[in-house]
């Protein structure tokens, strides 16, 4: 269950882990590597509960928190979102997206960078939606895991415009996940508010039921 992949993930913490994961999982040889729910999955929940999806608004500027190599970012193009911006810290993952990229008829505003997630360079307000597919449960694989969430999302919260919302796919639910839940009672995440979805069950988890999607909005002061 969570716990089995909870525990086999404990090895996927930090830089180096990522870097030899994505040196392993070569794009040219297995193409793209998704996390969670297949991609199909994964679309329908953002246009059912994520309002830039949900009105087809294609100038909205989106981060993917932890991108790895999804093919969400080249379907999303596809589908008109010209603005998207994907995000890792495995150099590894990155040159291999931009490869991707290259190889690619139309690059329609799309990035690439080598970046933690927990100290982005980007200025204040800076996109409309952040995409998170199981980022978030990789930050909180430590010993402190609410701090360590609290700290990604103020960072989240920083970079994302009024208005904006964060879809966190997660393998956990609320009970395991309160600091997801409840951000809108800390006041360090002062103006998010959070719901949450189920979702089809996870690939890494067959048969054990639901996954879960939290949509936080940073409400408009």
């Given amino acids: 269950g969570t716990a089995r992949v909870d525990s086999a993930m404990q090895s996927l913490n930090n830089e180096p ?5 994505y040196g392993a999982w070569k794009m040219e040889t297995h193409g793209f590597r998704e996390w969670y729910l297949e991609l199909d999955d994964t679309l329908s929940a953002l246009r059912s509960y994520v309002l830039a999806f ?10 993917h928190s932890g991108t790895g190599t999804s093919k969400l970012p080249f379907l999303l193009r596809d ?21 991707t990229l290259k190889d690619s008829k139309t690059k329609d505003g799309m990035e690439f ?13 800076s996109f409309d939606v952040i995409i998170d597919k199981g980022t978030c449960d990789c930050v909180m694989l430590t010993e402190n895991k609410d701090e360590a ?31 997801l839940v409840n951000c809108e009672k800390q006041k360090s995440l002062g103006g998010l508010s959070c719901k949450h979805f189920s ?5 890494e988890c067959p048969g054990e039921g639901a996954s879960h999607l939290y949509v936080i909005t ?3 002061q």
């Fill in 17 to 21: 882990s990522w870097q030899r994961y």
């Fill in 149 to 179: 969430a609290a700290c990604y999302l103020a960072e989240c919260n920083r970079v994302l415009k009024p208005g904006g919302q964060i879809a966190i796919f997660s393998l956990f639910g609320p009970k395991e996940r309160g600091v």
């Fill in 199 to 203: 979702t089809p069950e996870a690939l």
């Fill in 79 to 99: 589908e008109g979102y010209k603005s998207q911006v994907g995000i890792d810290f495995s150099e590894t993952c990155i040159d291999s997206l931009r490869e």
């Fill in 218 to 220: 940073k409400n408009i």
């Fill in 54 to 63: 949900k009105n087809k608004a294609h100038e909205k500027r989106i981060l």
């Fill in 113 to 125: 960078h080598k970046m933690d997630v927990k100290q982005m360079e980007f200025k204040e307000s």
